[in-house]
């Protein structure tokens, strides 16, 4: 994938993304550019390819609509439940599929896979998927961790784990808040506790 993208280039990409977010989403989209270099570093992935999810994840943040449902289901991709409930959750969706026009070029699919599972998780989202979810959810701008939380996260010694963690952490929360939990956010820890790798 290098020779594709090598045509990728990271700062146009930034700054396409800084034209459609709000400044608080661009600056944790930073952060979660800081978190993706140090696990892709960390696990010998694709650093470039983790960067580029990194800034991109979010830049439909604000497109997902109605009208999201149907315009991702056209182009082939599954919608969850959770999805159809709260269309917003979709933006992760309608960023891989405008990815490549983004970009224009040509965008690896283990790529748009981890764009598109970002939010919820999917055990099919791959190392990359791993990566950028645990930095979406770790990044130095969010305030419900604290450094200990950070710590027992990055302490665990595979992505695997730390996305278990990160699944484990949420879940008194939402149980408080009376949120059930994704089925496939669910499906995924079922997945991983069975020793399956991403």
Known sequence: SWSILRMLDYIEIEGLVKSREKESRFIHSLGVVEVSRLLASR???????AEIDGIYHDAYRYDGGEEAIALVENQGFEVFPEERKNPMLLHGALAALNFEKDCGSPVPFSMKLAV???????????????????????????KHLGDEDRKRIFSRPTLEAMVMEIIDMQRPYMKKEGIKEAEVTTELYSYLEKGMEL
Do not use: S
């Not at 598109?116 to 770790?138: N, P, Q, S």
């Open 43 to 49: 696990f010998n992935l694709d650093v470039r390819e």
């Open 116 to 142: 598109r599972h970002h939010t919820l998780g999917h055990k099919e989202m791959g190392k990359l998927g791993a990566v950028l979810y645990i930095a979406d959810y770790t990044e130095k701008g969010r």
